[in-house]
C-alpha cells in the first residue's frame, strides 16, 4: 500500500536525518509520480502527501488537470525532475512550482522569458551530472560556475540548489562520493557567493545515504508506489 510505504519511508528518513545530527523537518519527501495514474496520487494527497514530482511535461499536464478540481482546497507542490526541452519552458513554467532539472544558459533564459510573461517567479534547481555516463543531463561541474553567474542576471528565476542523479548501484554507498560531491560543490559555491540551500539528491535505493550526505529534498517513486511498468 502506498500509503503505509510513505510513512515507513517518512520514518527511515527521519532516522536518516538524526543520525547525520540533522532535524529530520530539514528534510522533503518529493514523491515521484511518474507513469502512476491520477487516482493513487489523489491517495497520496488524501493521505497527507503534499510534494510530487513528474518527469515529463505532457504526462504531468494532463495528470495536474485530473487532479485539480478534486484536490482544490489542498496546497500541492509539483515539482519537474526530468530533462526539459526549451519548446516546453512555457508549459514548464505554468505547471511546475519548483524546476529541478536547469542545465544549460539557453533553457535558463527560455524559462526567465516565459516566467517573465506569466508574472512568476519561478523557483529552479541546477542538475550537476557528477558521472560520466552518456545518458544523463545536466551541468558538468566545470560548466556550473558560469551558469550560476548567467542565473544571477535572470530575475524571474529564484535559484534554491542543486540536484543530481548518480549511476545506478545496487549498494547504496557506492552513491555516497557523488552525494559528498554535490555537498561540496555547494559549499564551493558558497564561498564564492551563491546561496544554494537546497540539495535534490536520492532515490528509493538510496535516500538514507544521500539525508546522510546533507539531503533536503530526496525524489522516491518505487518505493511508495511500486515498481513502474
Ligand atoms: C524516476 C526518478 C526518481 C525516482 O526513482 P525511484 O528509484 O523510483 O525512487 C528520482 N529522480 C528522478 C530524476 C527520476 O527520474
Given at each position: 500500500?502506498?500509503?503505509?510505504?510513505?510513512?515507513?519511508?517518512?520514518?527511515?528518513?527521519?532516522?536518516?536525518?538524526?543520525?547525520?545530527?540533522?532535524?529530520?523537518?530539514?528534510?522533503?519527501?518529493?514523491?515521484?509520480?511518474?507513469?502512476?495514474?491520477?487516482?493513487?496520487v489523489k491517495k497520496a494527497v488524501d493521505?497527507?502527501?503534499?510534494?510530487?514530482?513528474?518527469?515529463?511535461?505532457?504526462?504531468?499536464?494532463?495528470?495536474?488537470?485530473?487532479?485539480?478540481?478534486?484536490?482544490?482546497?489542498s496546497r500541492i507542490e509539483w515539482h519537474?525532475?526530468?530533462?526539459?526541452?526549451?519548446?516546453?519552458?512555457?508549459?514548464?513554467?505554468?505547471?511546475?512550482?519548483?524546476?529541478?532539472?536547469?542545465?544549460?544558459?539557453a533553457l535558463a533564459e527560455e524559462l526567465?522569458?516565459?516566467?517573465?510573461?506569466?508574472?512568476?517567479?519561478?523557483?529552479?534547481?541546477?542538475?550537476?551530472?557528477?558521472?560520466?555516463?552518456?545518458?544523463?543531463?545536466?551541468?558538468?561541474?566545470?560548466?556550473?560556475?558560469?551558469?550560476?553567474?548567467?542565473?544571477?542576471?535572470?530575475?524571474?528565476?529564484?535559484?534554491?540548489?542543486?540536484?543530481?542523479?548518480?549511476?545506478?548501484?545496487?549498494?547504496?554507498?557506492?552513491?555516497?562520493?557523488?552525494?559528498?560531491?554535490?555537498?561540496?560543490?555547494?559549499?564551493?559555491?558558497?564561498?564564492?557567493?551563491?546561496?544554494?540551500?537546497?540539495?535534490?539528491?536520492?532515490?528509493?535505493?538510496?535516500?538514507?545515504?544521500?539525508?546522510?550526505?546533507?539531503?533536503?529534498?530526496?525524489?522516491?517513486?518505487?518505493?511508495?508506489?511500486?515498481?513502474?511498468?
Amino acid at each position: 500500500m502506498p500509503i503505509e510505504n510513505a510513512s515507513l519511508i517518512l520514518k527511515k528518513m527521519s532516522h536518516a536525518a538524526m543520525r547525520a545530527g540533522r532535524c529530520p523537518s530539514e528534510v522533503k519527501l518529493v514523491a515521484v509520480t511518474k507513469t502512476v495514474g491520477a487516482e493513487a496520487v489523489k491517495k497520496a494527497v488524501d493521505a497527507g502527501l503534499r510534494c510530487f514530482g513528474e518527469n515529463r511535461v505532457q504526462e504531468a499536464q494532463k495528470k495536474i488537470s485530473d487532479l485539480i478540481s478534486e484536490i482544490s482546497n489542498s496546497r500541492i507542490e509539483w515539482h519537474l525532475i526530468g530533462h526539459l526541452q526549451k519548446n516546453k519552458a512555457k508549459y514548464a513554467v505554468q505547471l511546475f512550482d519548483v524546476i529541478q532539472t536547469v542545465d544549460s544558459a539557453a533553457l535558463a533564459e527560455e524559462l526567465n522569458r516565459q516566467a517573465e510573461k506569466a508574472g512568476k517567479i519561478q523557483r529552479i534547481l541546477i542538475q550537476v551530472k557528477l558521472s560520466e555516463e552518456e545518458a544523463k543531463h545536466g551541468v558538468s561541474e566545470k560548466e556550473l560556475m558560469s551558469l550560476l553567474e548567467e542565473i544571477k542576471g535572470l530575475h524571474n528565476l529564484k535559484l534554491e540548489g542543486l540536484m543530481t542523479m548518480p549511476p545506478y548501484f545496487e549498494d547504496a554507498e557506492k552513491a555516497r562520493p557523488y552525494f559528498k560531491r554535490l555537498r561540496e560543490i555547494r559549499d564551493e559555491a558558497g564561498r564564492e557567493g551563491y546561496s544554494l540551500p537546497e540539495l535534490s539528491m536520492g532515490m528509493s535505493g538510496d535516500f538514507e545515504v544521500a539525508i546522510e550526505e546533507g539531503a533536503t529534498m530526496v525524489r522516491i517513486g518505487t518505493a511508495i508506489f511500486g515498481e513502474r511498468k
